[in-house]
């Protein structure tokens, strides 16, 4: 009887190990970088208004499960502006984001792990007080509207819920404002358990 149970067991587990290496699979070969770059290059456009790049994309199965994790390389954002110490506002040659997919299909991310490396950063304020950091755009409510009619996926929240992790290579601030500037080389931030929503 023992010896029944023992294989009934292990036939059981072997089909679930099957099975997760199946679906793991498919989720590879459907989900490959050259697949996955120009989604989410496509995505970030709505988001982003200043000329950016991500070279590559990669799915981290791995590290993040059950939940799916995302792993860019080379994300620049570059925004010229008269005065900056740089054209590039940050510069990202790892980035890794661990996300719920159940809540990502119902339009609500959910940030499970976010961590970045080796970021350089160029923060400048004008003596007129624009910035070359503000790049980023959230939908209206009336674009809210028209997007529900156009697409059956709409983004309804964000939050960041576990750990967030930011290695820095070099920061550079500089607020002409205020005749302020700062530079910061080497430096590590890590928040844990935190809880933020958004959107």
Do not use: H
Not at 5 to 27: C, E, H, N, R
Not at 98 to 127: C, H, P, T
Not at 148 to 164: E, F
């Amino acid at each position: 009887m023992k010896t029944t149970l023992k294989i009934i067991g292990w036939t059981l587990l072997s089909l679930v190990f099957i099975v997760i290496l199946a679906v793991g699979m498919a989720m590879y070969v459907v989900f490959t970088p050259k697949r996955l770059t120009p989604i989410v290059d496509r995505v970030a456009g709505f988001f982003v208004t200043c000329p950016y790049q991500i070279d590559k994309i990669d799915l981290t199965l791995s590290k993040d499960f059950p939940n799916l994790g995302l792993q860019l390389e080379g994300v620049y954002l570059i925004n010229p502006t008269e005065g900056a110490p740089s054209d590039t506002v940050v510069a990202i040659p790892t980035l890794q984001v661990g996300v719920d997919v159940k809540k990502a299909l119902n339009g609500d991310i959910y940030i499970q792990r976010f961590s970045m490396k080796d970021v350089e950063a160029n923060i400048f304020i004008a003596a007129d007080g624009s910035t070359n950091f503000d790049i980023l755009r959230l939908p209206s409510s009336t674009e809210e509207e028209q997007d529900t009619t156009s697409a059956s996926w709409q983004l309804r929240s964000i939050a960041v819920a576990s750990d967030i992790e930011l290695q820095t290579k070099r920061v550079q601030f500089v607020d002409e404002r205020d005749s302020l500037s700062a530079r910061f080389n080497r430096m590590d931030i890590v928040l844990q358990d935190i809880a933020y929503d958004s959107i």
